[in-house]
């Protein structure tokens, strides 16, 4: 297959998930070849602020994927092509959103082009219809699009950015806005924890991956993620304890996913540590403030929760909240309908499907991680709770 081939192959997939474009340039920055249907309007918004001249000089040094984003908030993913005479092509993948955008702020941006009334319309249509592609994806695009054109694999590290210039007016106007509107966000999101809101998702998840949060590390993009997703987590557990967490739990979830976080290898596994980590918060505190256990019994379901993979024993519980085994089984048992055992063996079937995405380990490997005697049992046991074999079910849900 030649290159081309492999890049059109690249471009028709892309293009049947998103309204997303592959354009070809020349060493000169003209255009060569595109699958975009409006190619002339979406090359003058590429060639906005000299952007074309300025990813011309970086491709003249360079040949790693680049970011590069413009003051209307477009982004693209572009890849110099180069042979031993320098810079032959440049291949070029947007232009797309990492956030959604009001009308408001597209008419607003529109409002500032220095273009006709009639182009303008044309652009906020055009603008309207664009894809939001997470952060995340957009790095395993550019990622892609550098393996078809040099068959070699890269990382998330060797991205570079190219950020828009824009005048000392308006970077002052939209560093305040930027502040401003991220401050809000923030103050939401810690609310949505504080008070256990099931209904956190979606501002949450766009808190998450804006990219308005300021620069946590000196050009890696992965340890800004890193930061950023270790601020949010220590910010979460201040908040949790607010909404009534208690505070020995939510410190130890802290440690537990800021272990996590510094084990993530890709932007893909810190985003899914991001994610869990805020659903565990929220869904903490809204048992907390909903469920109707004593303080006692509360305290014994949080210590079965955060020490699911170790041998926890009735004794061990009960010496822990000075009760008798018996009378601790007893009152267990009166508040939450189930004996500590099978408590405790739920929660270790529950543990078990977070580990089977992971394909690192193997089936036989979870088992004997959680304790249970052998991986038929484990088997036996999951099947009967879940309809499915561990394989199975890791089969059918990654």
Known sequence: MTLQEKLELYGNMILSCHKLYLWTYGAG????????????????????????????????????PIIMANQLGLMWIAVPERDGSGVSRIHVLGPFFVDSISTDSIQQAASKLDMSGEVKLKVMQFLRELPVVN???AFEYAIMLYYCIYGETIGVSDMHYLESEPTPESRRSEETDRIHGTYEMECEALRLVREGDLNYKE?????????????MSNGDPSRQMKNAVIVCTILFSRAAIDGGLSPEVALTLTDKYLQSIEAARTISELSDVAFTLQEDFVRRVHRVRTRALSSPISECCDYIDLHIEDNITLSALASRLRYSDFY????????????????????????AKDLLRDNSLTVKEIGERLGFCS?????????????ATPSRWREICI
């Open 203 to 215: 501002k949450m998840t766009r808190l998450a991956m804006t990219g308005a949060i300021g620069r």
């Open 29 to 64: 920055m003209q255009l060569i070849g595109t699958n975009c249907p409006d190619a002339e309007l979406v090359n003058a918004l590429f060639s906005l602020e000299g952007r074309r001249e300025r990813m011309k000089h970086y491709s003249e040094e360079h040949r790693k």
């Open 328 to 351: 601790l089984s007893r009152r267990f048992k009166e508040e939450t309908g189930k004996s500590i055992k099978e408590y405790i063996r739920l929660k270790k079937l529950e543990r």
């Open 375 to 387: 991986q038929s049992y484990f088997t036996e046991q999951f099947r009967r709770e879940y309809g």
């Open 135 to 137: 952060l995340s994806r």
